[in-house]
Structure formats: C-alpha cells, structure tokens
C-alpha cells in the first residue's frame, strides 16, 4: 500500500500536478548535499512523548503493560493528529497535542505506586483490562468518550488550559479507535501491531483497513459521469502512527514490535514539509491562484487539484531526496528520516517567524 502512494504521487505529477507545482533539481540537489552534512535526527529530541517510567509497578507482565500504553498513547495520538486551526484566541500546535497526551497517559502513576506500596507485591493486575483500568487512554474509555469529556480532559492537562478545535470530530475518531481495538483485538494495541507480523507496510495496510479515519486518499470524481477518474494516496496519519511506534516501543525482543521494512514508508504530506521545500526554493507554486491563496492564508478545498499537487509533490521530492542520498554514499537516509528532519528544521523556521504561510485545508487528514 505504500507503494501506491509512491506511485500515484509521481503518476499525478507527471500528469497534472506540474501545472500547480513545480520541483526545482537544482534546488534539490542543493538540499540533499545540506541534509548528507546533518546527523540523523532522533524521533523524540524534544522530550514531548509518553514513555512512562522504568521503575514503575504496573504488573507481573511490566513489558507488555509498558508497551500496551506506549502504543494506546501513540495511536491516541496520531488518530487526532490533524488541524489545528482555527483555534481562536489561543493558537494550537502539535506541541500542545504530545504534551497534553503525555500528561493524560502519567495521571494514574502516582495511583499505580500506591497501589503497589498498599498491595507490597509487583504482580497486582491478572488480566491486561484491569491493568488498564486507570489509564485515560485505555480502548474503553476511547470508546466511550464523549466530546464534552474529551474537552474536559484537554483543558485540565494543559498548562493554558488550551484544548483543540473540532473536538467532535477528534472526538468521533478516538470512538472509533476504542471500539475497534476492544471489538477486533481483545482490547490490545499491541494485539493489533502484532498482527502485522513485524511488518511495517502491512500495518499501515491493518489501519488502513481497519479504520476510516485512516484512510487518507484522494479520489477525483468525474464532472459530468460522476465516476471516479484518478485516486491518490497520502496516508499520511497511517504511515506517521507507524514511524511513531517503530521509534517509541522499546522491546526489541519482539519481532513483531520492531519493524524490519520501514525504508517503504514514505513521507508524511501535511502541510510543514511543502512550505519549508517552497522556501528553499525546490517546489514554486507554478499556478497564480494557488500562489495568492497560499500565501494570503486562504483556505484550499479538500480533494482539489492545487491540494493533491503541493501534497504529490512532497512525496515525490523526498523521495528524490532519499534518492541522492543514497547516491552520494551518505548515511543510509528513509523517507521517515527525510521527513523527521525537515519537519525540525520546518517547526523551528516557522517558530521564528522566518516562513511564508502554509497552505490551509480543513482535513482529518493532516
């Protein structure tokens, strides 16, 4: 499935996309020689993740316990991980959104040493739901959540008390993460990345296939027959929860937790990486309408031609990135890789005010 997404990308290139965006070489080639001078990033340099504490007591299975709530944290995570604006008066950034979840996933650490100390003994919980039962993200109480609780819990774990906008939508997706997860896998994130069998395309594929909100494509509808005429893939949440997982669970006595294709993921398209590529001059919005949309912060519709152009393009320009990498002898570079470093240097630009604007898609998507 990450295939396609390489593959329709370059198809809507060639085909269409060349006359929104254009992918400068020259300017490439000068970004993979500025990428080949950098270390590879880490995945969590700036310690805004959920890893919970090595020393605390869940259970006699602590690994599995450990792993289940990193994973139900990261999916949690990466289900909502889409839009965040408008915000009104208080601006939301992805920040918000790791560090408010972190704090949710620690808020019953101090119940879990408690009762450890009450009980004198480590192997408290038999069963993987009674383990969970104190855990704000456990599939239960996703499946359960209603928005005005959602609200509820963002608020009361940030420090601005800040929450996100379109809460009933991010609501609707983590019912739909719950429910799945407690109807087809016991319950158990690890039980559905086991599933993939160590594999990280074919869990791309499992969320895919398992989840709506997943499924990140853009399919073009024909004017006058009403049939569809091209699809595209992005799968950017998918492929991103999987990049997630892969650098956040720690038990690489598992196989099937440690993914042995990751160099088949592709670049998450959002919205950071194509407005750092403009700046460095690799993409120019060929296309007059799209240039002033862009850049005077004006809303793109969904699914249109200038939308899947800047998010094509981003594919197929990381992928020639990784491309003269790998020709030039450097460190062995993904995609992932690609991406995670770009995405820094693009937070950090953007942070300093030094970027044009971004483009503007009311999506779940990204």
């Known amino acids: 499935?990450?295939?396609?997404?390489?593959?329709?990308?370059?198809?809507?290139?060639?085909?269409?996309?060349?006359?929104?965006?254009?992918?400068?070489?020259?300017?490439?080639?000068?970004?993979?020689?500025?990428?080949?001078?950098?270390a590879q990033v880490e995945w969590d340099e700036e310690d805004w993740h959920y890893q919970p504490p090595r020393d605390l007591p869940f259970s006699s299975s602590s690994t599995r316990i450990r792993n289940e709530r990193i994973a139900l944290y990261i999916l949690a995570l990466d289900m909502?991980?889409?839009?965040?604006?408008?915000?009104?008066?208080?601006?939301?950034?992805?920040?918000?959104?790791?560090?408010?979840?972190?704090?949710?996933?620690?808020?019953?650490?101090?119940?879990?040493?408690?009762?450890s100390d009450s009980t004198k003994e480590d192997a408290r919980s038999s069963t993987l739901s009674s383990a969970m039962s104190s855990y704000l993200l456990s599939p239960s109480r996703l499946r359960e959540m209603s928005a005005d609780e959602m609200t509820r819990l963002f608020e009361t774990n940030h420090k601005q008390g800040k929450s996100p906008p379109d809460m009933e939508k991010r609501c609707r997706l983590w019912n739909e993460l719950g429910l799945v997860l407690c109807r087809d896998f016991e319950g158990s994130a690890v039980n559905l990345i086991e599933s993939a069998q160590g594999s990280a395309v074919q869990l791309v594929q499992v969320l895919f296939?398992?989840?709506?909100?997943?499924?990140?494509?853009?399919?073009?509808v024909d004017e006058e027959g009403g049939s569809p005429t091209e699809t595209v893939y992005f799968l950017k949440r998918a492929q991103i929860c999987v990049g997630d997982l892969?650098?956040?669970?720690?038990?690489?006595?598992?196989?099937?937790?440690?993914?042995?294709?990751?160099?088949q993921i592709t670049t998450f398209a959002d919205y950071r990486l194509p407005q750092l590529l403009r700046h460095w001059h690799v993409l120019e919005y060929v296309d007059d309408d799209l240039r002033v949309a862009v850049d005077n912060e004006r809303e793109l519709v969904q699914?249109?031609?200038?939308?899947?152009?800047?998010?094509?393009a981003t594919v197929v320009t990381v992928e020639r990135l990784v491309e003269q990498l790998s020709l030039a002898n450097a460190k062995q570079w993904t995609d992932v890789q690609v991406d995670w470093y770009l995405w820094q240097v693009?937070?950090?630009?953007?942070?300093?005010?030094?970027?044009?604007p971004h483009h503007r898609v009311r999506t779940v998507y990204y």
């Not at 269409?16 to 490439?28: P, T």
């Not at 296939?209 to 073009?220: K, M, W």
């Not at 892969?246 to 160099?263: G, I």
């Open 1 to 38: 499935i990450c295939q396609l997404v390489r593959s329709s990308c370059r198809q809507w290139m060639a085909s269409r996309g060349h006359a929104f965006v254009k992918i400068h070489d020259d300017a490439l080639a000068a970004v993979a020689e500025k990428i080949q001078k950098q």
């Open 303 to 312: 699914g249109s031609a200038a939308e899947i152009s800047i998010r094509s």
């Open 246 to 263: 892969q650098a956040a669970l720690d038990d690489k006595t598992n196989p099937a937790l440690s993914f042995k294709d990751m160099n």
């Open 209 to 220: 296939d398992q989840f709506e909100g997943f499924r990140d494509v853009a399919t073009l």
């Open 346 to 356: 693009g937070e950090k630009m953007e942070g300093a005010g030094e970027l044009k």
């Open 80 to 115: 909502i991980n889409f839009c965040f604006w408008p915000a009104g008066d208080k601006s939301y950034e992805y920040v918000d959104l790791a560090c408010t979840l972190t704090s949710m996933a620690s808020a019953d650490h101090e119940t879990i040493k408690q009762k």
